[in-house]
């Protein structure tokens, strides 16, 4: 079972910039126990650009397509076998990155 | 007639959770468990009264839910052209011979399935008493005062989420277990507390219903963790509470409080059994197992249930027990119950100083305002007693107590 997981931040409160030694020893463990598929930071909601092509031309929108308070920071895709891994290690993931994990299934 | 459809009830009750934990784990879908387990009641109430009531209505009504599933599963299989599920069913014999424990195994699962973190409370609640409990929908949402079809979509998003974020079917691993157990003893400890206090204006302030079922899978999960004394705390508080039930709501509809009750009518039966796991756990607290919550509670009420008399009551122990509570749960309601023990022994001046500082954390909550009444008139303050009446009638939502508070506000001179 394939799940999303969203490392959220927010931008009032942002988690701590020095989590990447921390991040790394966790994501080891991730491929050593087979659970990791993918995982990436994301560069700042000021570097998105929203394109909406369902018109008549292309639209192109500068910034992400809803403006919060909190957003995205990073993703994982893991492979787990349930929910309960998956929720564990995320807890460990939320204490890794010091930030809030989403934890949502692929379809 | 009354007596089928009574058999009725006590087979669907007895195996209801055995039928929905075997089959989900047969077949691994809890919407297919329950309908099958429903068809299977429907049928009994259909065809009982004409046939008689089978020699073993409980295997009758499992054999009848594994066939309504093995149908269900055909039916489906026919649109999509797969055979497998229904094969693994046939291929058991009618009524499964399990081997020992596996049942009990299932219905622990189905119960930490239904209880599961990642639900949110009230679907918690709401999948319990409907899966485990086999309440159907209308009278769930009876109890919690909501419509049926939100109690409905409420199952049904629950259900949806176990499917699609596979929240798994299965007892949680040793290292989960502790938290796990008490997510489950807060959902059953929940519904005993809105069947012990409804708080609908529509509803009898006592919902023996949902006090009885809380009771029941407390029990099953009593039965299946027999060495968790925090389960067994639980079962001892909801028993003495129980055995106060028929004292606790006047001939004319009003709360009687504890110290008004009749004690020569509460259920000596179900304060012997309470008695006896309170027992069980101060021997394993004397060993060096530390109480937790549930077990404390438990205590407390089985030193209210020892006093033949009100004026018996052993409030230094009441209090030592508060103390002890304190730190595992330091919630200003404990704070609360602690200074009305403080008011027995060091009178009630004492006693409102200590309730007066959880006037910013109580200040919406009826007992903290009833509590600060019911000094106030002891202390003679009869003005500010009526206010505090006020605001606590305002508050409340239970009609019994509302009833009690009304009476005691206009008896202030």
Not at chain 1, 84 to 98: I, P, R
Request: aromatic letters at 6%.
């Amino acid at each position: 079972m394939r799940y999303l997981v969203s490392v959220i931040d927010d931008k009032s409160n942002p988690g701590s910039t020095d989590r990447q030694p921390a991040i790394n020893a966790f994501n080891e463990r991730l491929i050593a126990e087979g659970y990791w598929v993918f995982a990436g930071g994301l560069a700042g909601t000021d570097a998105a650009t929203v394109i909406d092509n369902r018109g008549e031309q292309a639209m192109v929108t500068d910034g992400p397509f809803v403006e919060s308070k909190e957003y995205l920071a990073g993703i994982w895709v893991w492979e787990v076998p349930d929910l309960d891994v998956a929720l564990t290690l995320a807890a460990e993931a939320s204490k890794a990155c010091d930030r809030k994990i989403e934890v949502r299934p692929f379809s | 007639m009354a007596d089928v459809r009574a058999a009725v009830t006590r087979a669907h009750h007895e195996e209801w959770a055995r039928i929905v934990a075997t089959l989900t784990r047969r077949c691994g879908d809890l919407d297919l468990a329950e309908e099958a387990a429903a068809e299977a009641s429907a049928t009994a109430v259909e065809r009982w009264p004409a046939e008689g009531v089978p020699p073993n209505p409980g295997a009758w009504l499992t054999t009848t839910a594994h066939r309504k599933a093995i149908d269900r599963i055909r039916r489906e299989n026919k649109r999509d052209g797969k055979h497998q599920e229904a094969q693994t069913l046939w291929d058991d014999p009618a009524v499964p011979a399990e081997p020992p424990g596996a049942i009990e195994d299932d219905r622990l699962r189905l119960l930490f399935t239904c209880c599961h973190p990642a639900l949110a409370m009230p679907a918690r609640v709401a999948l319990t008493l409907r899966m485990v409990g086999g309440l159907t929908v209308p009278e769930i949402a009876r109890a919690f005062l909501v419509t049926e079809t939100t109690l409905g979509q409420r199952i049904t998003r629950a259900k949806a989420k176990i499917k699609a974020a596979r929240i798994p079917y299965r007892i949680p691993a040793a290292e989960d277990l502790p938290a796990r157990v008490t997510g489950v003893l807060a959902v059953l400890y929940l519904v005993f507390n809105e069947g012990y206090l409804a708080t609908g204006p529509g509803t009898d302030p006592v919902r023996r219903d949902l006090t009885a079922e809380a009771i029941r899978l407390t029990r099953l999960i009593r039965t299946l963790l027999p060495e968790d004394g925090e389960a067994a705390g639980l079962l001892a508080l909801m028993l003495l509470a129980e055995a106060r039930r028929t004292t606790r709501v006047s001939a004319s509809g009003e709360l009687v409080t504890l110290d008004e009750q009749d004690r020569g009518s509460w259920d000596t039966t179900l304060i012997a059994e309470g008695h006896r796991l309170v027992r069980e756990r101060l021997t394993a607290a004397a060993a060096g197992i530390a109480p937790g919550r549930y077990q404390i509670l438990a205590a407390i009420n089985a030193v209210h249930t020892s006093a033949r008399d009100a004026r018996d009551t052993d409030w230094a122990q009441i209090l030592a027990l508060y103390d002890q509570l304190l730190p595992l749960d330091p919630s200003p309601v404990v704070a609360l119950n602690r200074a009305i023990a403080v008011a027995e022994l060091d009178g009630p001046e004492v006693a409102l100083a200590s309730v007066d500082r959880l006037a910013d954390r109580l200040a919406g909550y009826h007992a903290y305002h009833a509590t600060r009444a019911d000094l106030l008139r002891r202390l003679g303050r009869s003005q500010e007693s009526r206010a505090a009446y006020d605001r606590a009638i305002d508050l409340a939502g239970n009609t019994a107590e509302i009833a009690y508070l009304t009476r005691r506000r206009d008896q202030l001179g």
